[in-house]
């Protein structure tokens, strides 16, 4: 008979493996058990056991569904199977569980890409380290945990991204997000911070009650508590009903205070009452009112220095900095433009049906972006404006964009006069010539006369000697 529907949660059950270590080791040498596979196959996230060698010794039935495989999945390596690689995670350049939990003889859990049949998808695995009952290490049970958080493939609505950078930031959204821990979003401006912050809500036992963001740029400090704590009826003039603020619009759910770097001194000593009292009082109002929120914050600014220049309280920096995340640039994050690229189309009206050309995706490649994902929407939304084909062209984006040798390049997609190549040269030419206009017109072989002339006629003003 089955064992299975009396078995509870998988943690209950992955317990019970753990405790019964000299059980599993013995399922090296019989794959027989019949209670350990009523117990394996009780575990709902995708579970298999696996040798010292990458072995495959047994998979349960979530395991086999997400593969669409059944037994003969057993005797495979599980890096063949979840990353078509023929040798390990780590010799691969990607941290293995397994290697760590061999290491520390612990359970060990990082974030991969998977490929299934269904796509790629980032999953986070535990490997749990099996010890017969001479405290030898026999085997290993490893859990796979699909991410909510994030995709590796084009299109949705989340964090879309596969490059390492990307992946080391997930991992930690994944680590914090289950916590009542205040996380600290930093990095520069347009990397993207909101939508972490959403995502650790997403994925955090509050995600069922409210996210509620608040820009605390430009808030002055009047404005700022009112919004915050909400005021009382006749608080001010005006105030003829009673408001609530965003702390209790944010009860039981999260609180994300975005750039927290530009809350005035005043209003920093209040928020830090708050967050150590866990209670307020609205604006005018004498009754104090419990909170009950998880916070996360986020800034561009560097803290530290602020701290250090008397310009943010030190106790509130130590309050909101539990669990710093720093947020890639997208410059680190080259391998993920294309994909962002795809990504950004799709959510874009009216780009839908558009892609990039060969060569103003490489165009893009070499821009810095200064205002990262933020900017390359922008430049997206601009090109899809300027682009009536399906596929957008160099010409449709901004000139901050194109280097010179790529200008030229894009106006030879369609004939030019020759006057118009003459006036395009010369433009080029005595903008970033050094010399002086005499030895300008030497290197082009003709009279300083005749190229007084011609930059006269061009709109440039002569070099001067």
Known sequence: MPRTANLGS??????????????????????????????????????????????????NQAYQKI?????????????EISHGNSVPCWQAGESCQ??????TGQPQRVLHIHHSPHGDEHVEVEGR????????????????????AASPRAGGQGMVGRSRAFNQMLGLVQRV????????????????????????????PRRDKLFVPVECSGLTETLFESELFGHAKGAFTGATVAKPGLVELAQGGTLFLDEIGDIPLSMQVKLLRLLETGTYRRVGGVEPRQADFRLICATHRDL??????????????????????????????????ALLV???????????????????????????????IRELRNILERACLLSDGEVIQISSLPDVCIDPQQKVTAAETRVLTLDEVERRYLEEVSRSFQGDRRELARQLGISERTLFRKLQQVGKEALSD
């Open 10 to 59: 998988s943690d209950v059950l992955l317990c019970r493996l753990w405790h019964r270590g000299d059980v599993v080791a013995s399922v090296c040498e019989n794959l027989k058990d019949g209670e350990l596979r009523a117990i394996f196959d009780g575990i709902q996230e995708p579970a298999i056991l696996l040798s010292r060698d990458y072995r495959v010794l047994m998979a």
């Open 67 to 79: 593969h669409q495989q059944d037994e003969s999945l057993i005797n495979r390596k599980c890096h």
């Open 98 to 103: 397994m290697v760590e939990a061999k290491a």
């Open 129 to 148: 380290p099996v010890f017969d009952k001479h405290n030898e290490l026999t085997c290993f049970v490893e859990i796979i945990r699909q991410s909510r």
């Open 177 to 204: 997000a289950p916590s009542e821990s205040t996380a600290l979003l930093l990095g520069e401006s347009g990397t993207g911070k909101e939508l972490v912050a959403q995502a650790v809500h997403d994925l955090s």
């Open 304 to 337: 530290g220095e602020m701290v250090a220049e008397g310009l943010f309280r030190q106790d509130l920096y130590y309050r909101i900095s539990v669990f710093p995340i720093v947020l890639p640039s997208l410059k680190e994050r080259r391998e993920d433009l």
């Open 342 to 372: 795809e990504t950004l189309l799709q959510r874009i009206k009216g780009g839908e049906n558009k892609r990039l050309s060969t060569e103003a995706l490489a165009c893009l490649q070499r821009y810095p972006f200064p205002g990262n």
